[in-house]
């Protein structure tokens, strides 16, 4: 159990720094992972950054992620799921768009240049507070993979068993503290764990 995201945030620093880990830029997954990626990057002497996705949720069930988009227009679908929905490909074009456009504006909030930072030949830690499904953090790590990161790792303070297992599949290297049997949602790991605002997130980036 953690006592919020910042606690979170220094035990995962610690355990990077234990594993003689090393980077050159992190980028946390607003709003929720910014506090937990600040000791990340302090720990690890690194640039913080922010990576941009939003999930696109099913007909009529928005919570239920078929999928989830980066700021950059990249997606990434949940074939299964999609087909034992009957999803057709007109709402899926539809929502990618959208959220494609409601990450771009996101990141916009938070960076002063669009698009990522230059991450040719860096190696990159991508931070959020927890992984259910893994849809959004699939949608990041495919554009960072995009970008000729010499590496690009996740890392995370507790995480599905399942999700995380699917995620080494996508990153160089996948680092969750915690992946408990019992995992449900995220919050429940948390003593608390509230809403993260635009301002708050904004001010991990600008903190030194």
């Known amino acids: 159990m953690f006592d919020d995201r910042t ?6 620093a610690a355990e990077l720094e234990r594993r003689g880990f090393e980077a050159d830029v992190v980028l946390g997954i607003p709003r929720g992972a910014l506090p937990v990626a600040r000791p990340v990057a302090d720990a690890l002497d690194a640039d ?19 999928g989830a988009v980066a700021s950059d227009g990249s997606a990434w679908y949940n074939d299964d799921l999609i087909d034992r929905l009957g999803v057709d ?6 929502i ?3 959220e494609a456009e409601n990450a771009a504006q996101k990141a916009d909030r938070y960076r002063d240049t669009p698009g990522l930072p230059d991450l040719a030949g860096e190696r990159v830690v991508i931070v959020d507070d927890g992984v259910a499904t893994g849809a959004t953090a699939v949608a990041c790590l495919r554009q960072v993979q995009d970008s000729d990161a010499e590496s690009v790792a996740l890392t995370v303070p507790v995480g599905s068993p399942r999700s995380i297992a699917d995620l080494e599949s996508e990153a160089d290297e996948v680092i969750a503290l ?17 809403q993260v605002t635009d301002a708050d997130a904004i001010e991990y980036l600008d903190r030194e």
Do not use: H
Request: hydrophobic share 35%; proline share 6%; no cysteine.
């Open 7 to 12: 606690d979170a945030g220094e035990q995962l």
């Open 48 to 66: 913080l950054n922010v990576v941009v996705a939003r999930k696109m949720g099913a007909p009529g069930n928005p919570e239920l992620a078929i």
């Open 89 to 94: 490909d007109a709402y899926l074009e539809e």
């Open 96 to 98: 990618r768009e959208e």
């Open 178 to 194: 915690r992946t408990p049997e019992n995992f449900q949602a995220v919050g429940q790991f948390y003593r608390t764990f509230g």
